[in-house]
């Protein structure tokens, strides 16, 4: 019998790492549906993740500014009729092509049976 607070523990510890990581797919794939501002994306991070990830808007916005700065990520500045122009940020056609890259190399592996199996042994 394992202990069920260590196996939290770690479990944790490891979602916590993989978060971390996958933070830029999950970015990648709201702005491969539409361009939004930070407060947008983070909210349709949120929603698209079920709640998993709750990325702070300053954690988002320095993500954006990072992949913007190397052609991932293009942004354009929108007025708005109750203050400041707003940044708003699309994903590039290169940021796109690493997307559709990285999701067939990395995330196509989740659909295997085995992978599945796995996940609905977990749901229950």
């Known amino acids: 019998m394992h202990n069920t607070s260590a196996a ?4 944790e510890s490891w ?3 993989f978060r971390q ?3 830029t797919f999950w970015t990648f794939v709201v702005l491969d549906e539409a361009a939004g501002d930070v407060g ?3 909210a349709r991070v949120e929603k698209v993740t079920d709640g998993a990830y709750r990325p702070s808007e ?3 916005y320095r993500q954006l500014r990072r992949h913007t700065d190397v052609g991932l ?5 929108e007025q708005s009729p109750h203050g400041p122009a707003r940044n708003i940020f699309s994903l590039s056609k290169l940021g796109r092509s690493v997307l559709e890259s990285f999701a067939y ?9 085995v992978v599945q199996a796995i996940i ?5």
């Open 8 to 11: 939290d523990d770690l479990r």
């Open 15 to 17: 979602e916590s790492v």
């Open 21 to 23: 990581g996958l933070l």
């Open 40 to 42: 947008a994306i983070r």
């Open 58 to 60: 300053q954690v988002l």
């Open 73 to 77: 990520v293009e942004r354009h500045q």
């Open 105 to 113: 190399r990395n995330i196509r592996a989740f659909s295997d049976p």
């Open 120 to 124: 609905e042994r977990g749901a229950k």
